[in-house]
């Protein structure tokens, strides 16, 4: 069955130390890849997302994710993260057809200590 | 373009009520996807619409259903309301591009069942 797996159910740092959040996925076939970003009180938006071409993909407020097809992962990165990065990731994934639904991992909460 | 909107924001009810939920989507987008997401179980998949016609079933009992318009404009209904249904109901409209597709989130709905 397919899945999304996001290992780290809540991560601590400090402000400017960098960030790897993981999303590991289980999908056969071609896929496209999402980073979700819930701010608190706020809805889910898009940070970025990868469906073909270079595998590191450049998103808003300075995210980036590199797809490795070899491991089934796409990780989200931040070289510096700042106190407003305060928030819940959700990676998720879904087939290329546009008749694939969207699966999402459990989500990581991200606690930024100013 | 307006994004994703939902009514009404918040909604309060009590079990064995129904609820209907509205969602419409960014203009020119026809999928329409429903989540539920709730602190147990994060983000799943309820189902999703496509021209008027469900094209995904997540995994939840028959007491939710939905529907779409011809304008593209989303309803969803749970019927005989329990406890465990209060959960944030997010509606998400997909734009299918060369690239692929991606969904875009609305605020929600936050229902609470007593």
């Known amino acids: 069955a397919q899945s999304v797996s996001q290992h780290n159910h809540h991560v601590i740092l400090s402000e400017a130390a960098s960030l790897e959040l993981g999303c590991n996925y289980s999908?056969?076939?071609?896929?496209?890849l999402f980073w979700y970003v819930q701010y608190p009180g706020q809805h889910l938006q898009l940070l970025l997302k990868?469906?073909?071409?270079?595998?590191l993909v450049k998103g808003i407020k300075g995210f980036e994710a590199e797809f490795i097809k070899s491991k089934f992962s796409f990780n989200l990165r931040k070289p510096s993260v700042q106190w407003s990065d305060t928030a819940e990731y959700f990676c998720?994934?879904?087939?290329?057809?546009?008749?694939?639904?969207?699966?999402f991992g459990s989500g990581t909460r991200l606690s930024i200590r100013p | 373009k307006a994004g994703v909107t939902q009514t009404p924001r918040y909604l309060i009810k009590t079990r064995g009520q129904q609820v209907t939920l509205s969602c419409s989507p960014i203009?020119?987008?026809?999928?329409v996807s429903w989540y539920q997401q709730t602190p147990g179980q994060g983000l799943q998949f309820l189902f999703e619409y496509f021209s008027e016609t469900q094209r995904n079933k997540g995994n939840f009992p028959g007491r939710f259903s939905g529907r779409q318009f011809s304008n593209s404009r989303s309803e969803m209904n749970v019927s005989t309301l329990e406890l465990g249904d209060s959960a944030l109901y997010l509606c998400a409209s997909s734009l299918v591009s060369s690239e692929g597709e991606t969904q875009y989130f609305g605020p929600g709905t936050r229902l609470l069942v007593l």
């Open positions: 999908y056969g076939g071609t896929v496209n």
């Open positions: 990868y469906f073909s071409g270079d595998p």
């Open positions: 998720a994934v879904n087939g290329p057809s546009s008749a694939s639904k969207i699966i």
């Open positions: 203009s020119g987008h026809r999928s």
